[in-house]
């Protein structure tokens, strides 16, 4: 009996999932795990692609040459650019689709890119290269996106406290198993062939989209006009813009994506410039990063399972929402009074760690007792754009400060960090009260 009771006391506090709700839980896990492990797949194949073409062929531009990974840089500017052109499209799509059936043409949108890439790639070139690169990053931005879409469409806020931790540990194994699939088999099989592979879980996406909305009719409010005069429709080009830039609580949470990605992508840099730094050989480079890389996933893992459905269900997104930066802070201040590989290491490791597990929930989480239109456009607006501007300014200020105090003493950026994080800090505190409050209306509605 005393184990039974230990038993429940765990599943009630950890995996608290009602009965008639867990069909639906494995099924978005599992759609979430296709999703991420097709983009891991996606990752080091467009990655490889081009830092090898342009190491080989460096790229000549404004009277500089840019070899590999200088123009790897270049290509996340491009992605900006090329995204919003997404963000314009999912607009459209969402205008005129139900989610299933949005789900089943992104899906087929891609399949017909996957076979057209598998053709390119035995002899690709600097507009293979290129554009292989943005479709990585377009799967990405568009299915990520659609994905917590349709979550929040389906799940309610109580439910999302309870059941994203689940649903999230898809995503996590999916970029265990991606990885794992192009570093067992990539020199086996080749670029095209696992780019042919890609089209199962796509398939099988496209599968769960139907049967989950069979189960979990589309019961919430249509569409609205939230951002538009009345009567009026709204350029699908600053649609999701505008619904945004009217919503107290959107810029909140705009201000939280976009501050992260700054931190995120400064901790990065960090860790970058002390490993070039810290540690001699090129292999013993790669395996450092593959150290970090672990520690990653074994974290990400554990806090999925045990941390992120048990704190969103007992103390409230808001205070999931507050671990990642918390955690930064103190690493920030560590680092910057001992710039040491340890520190670095472990910023960069809570950062993504928790970044994948508790802070993607109960972000993603904030969106549900939001409208549609909210859902579906005002959160790829957010998602596409919104997160790459952030990177956008991440990469100046970081090759701004390197170039002024030099790469060993990235040290300093950590200010730069501690400033943006009371920013973030402030914006967690009021979406965390404006959740709840929110939250509480949509139970009381139900």
């Not at 943006?420 to 139900?446: D, P, Q, S």
Request: net charge positive; glycine share 6%.
């Amino acid at each position: 009996m005393a184990a039974k009771g230990i038993i429940n006391n765990i599943r009630k506090n950890f995996f608290d999932i009602k009965k008639k709700e867990w069909p639906n839980v494995i099924m978005m896990s599992l759609f979430f795990f296709m999703v991420i492990a097709t983009f891991w797949v996606l990752k080091p194949l467009k990655r490889g692609l081009l830092v090898n073409f342009y190491e080989n062929n460096p790229l000549h531009l404004l009277g500089t040459s840019f070899a590999g990974a200088e123009v790897e840089q270049l290509a996340k500017v491009v992605n900006m650019v090329v995204v919003y052109a997404i963000v314009v499209m999912f607009t459209l799509l969402s205008r005129k689709l139900k989610r299933q059936h949005l789900n089943l043409t992104l899906n087929l949108f891609f399949a017909g890119l996957f076979i057209l890439f598998a053709s390119l790639m035995s002899n690709p070139g600097p507009a293979t290269s290129w554009s292989f690169y943005v479709l990585g990053d377009m799967f990405n931005s568009a299915m990520v996106t659609f994905f917590w879409a349709y979550s929040n469409d389906i799940f309610s806020s109580d439910q999302a406290k309870r059941t994203y931790g689940i649903v999230g540990l898809g995503g996590i194994i999916g970029g265990i198993v991606g990885s794992t699939v192009v570093v067992g088999y990539v020199n086996e099989l080749g670029r095209p062939t696992l780019l042919y592979l890609c089209l199962i879980p796509l398939a099988v996406m496209i599968v769960i989209g139907y049967i989950v909305n069979s189960r979990t009719p589309q019961t919430q409010k249509e569409h609205t006009q939230t951002a538009c005069a009345e009567g009026k429709r709204c350029n699908a080009i600053f649609e999701g813009a505008n619904i945004v830039f009217k919503s107290k609580y959107l810029l909140a949470i705009v201000g939280i994506i976009a501050l992260y990605e700054m931190v995120s992508n400064i901790v990065d840099f960090q860790l970058s410039a002390t490993i070039a730094s810290g540690i001699s050989g090129d292999l013993e480079k790669d395996a450092y990063f593959g150290f970090v890389g672990q520690i990653t996933s074994i974290i990400s893992l554990v806090v999925q399972l045990f941390l992120t459905s048990f704190v969103m269900k007992r103390y409230g997104v808001g205070i999931a929402l507050l671990f990642l930066p918390i955690v930064i802070t103190l690493g920030s201040v560590g680092f910057l009074v001992v710039p040491s590989l340890l520190f670095v290491t472990m910023m960069s490791a809570s950062d993504n760690s928790l970044n994948y597990s508790i802070n993607q929930s109960a972000k993603e989480a904030l969106y549900t007792p939001t409208e549609q239109d909210v859902k579906y456009k005002a959160k790829a607006f957010i998602d596409m754009f919104v997160q790459r501007f952030a990177k956008v300014l991440a990469v100046v200020l970081n090759l701004g400060v390197a170039a002024w105090v030099g790469l060993e003493h990235v040290r300093w950026l950590s200010i730069a960090c501690l400033i943006i994080l009371v920013f973030w800090i402030l914006a967690v505190r009021y979406v965390g009260h404006e959740f709840e409050n929110k939250a509480n209306i949509e139970e009381i509605a139900l």
